[in-house]
């Protein structure tokens, strides 16, 4: 399915503002509020909206500090691979796994209350991760920029 000028256009709103109404849609991108209603569902069934979630504010719960491992595993093969990601999956305070292409096989985007509790995930989780030869830490300063919204153009 292509999208249209409406589609990103509605795209674009509730990836800004995911509770807004759908009658504040319509208005928003110029359609009545059933004509939105049927693209909306339309997104969802294509696929183009995979899910709703809430943000939270990761400072708030007590989640303040960031950290992005590199990991290279001790062979590429598709057995350690597979077994790899599907033990980091398991694991609560990793947000993110990227397979990636150059000196790292894999970074992982780690959150945790402070330095002594990501030793304790590092010790009690990322050490124990099937295949790993070498993981290289960095701890995130500042958040300067982030944000969710693919651009949709």
């Known amino acids: 399915m292509m999208l249209n000028t409406i589609d990103r256009a509605i795209l674009n709103a509730l990836q800004n503002q995911g509770r807004i109404s759908n009658a504040e849609l ?22 183009f909206i995979k899910q709703y979630v809430a943000l939270l504010n990761a400072r708030k719960i007590g989640l303040p500090t960031t950290v992005f491992v590199e990991i290279r595993l001790s062979a ?3 057995e350690v691979l597979d077994n790899f990601e599907k033990a980091v999956a398991r694991i609560p305070d990793v947000l993110e796994c990227h397979l990636m292409a150059g000196t790292a096989d894999y970074i992982l985007k780690v959150v945790a209350e402070n330095t002594e509790d990501f030793a304790r995930i590092h010790r009690q989780h990322l050490t124990r991760l099937p295949g790993v030869a070498q993981m290289q830490s960095s701890f995130a300063l500042r958040t300067v920029f982030k944000t969710t919204a693919l651009p949709v153009t």
């Open 26 to 47: 319509a208005e928003l991108v110029n359609l009545s509020p059933s004509a939105c209603h049927r693209r909306v569902q339309r997104l969802e069934k294509d696929g």
């Open 76 to 78: 590429q093969a598709d």
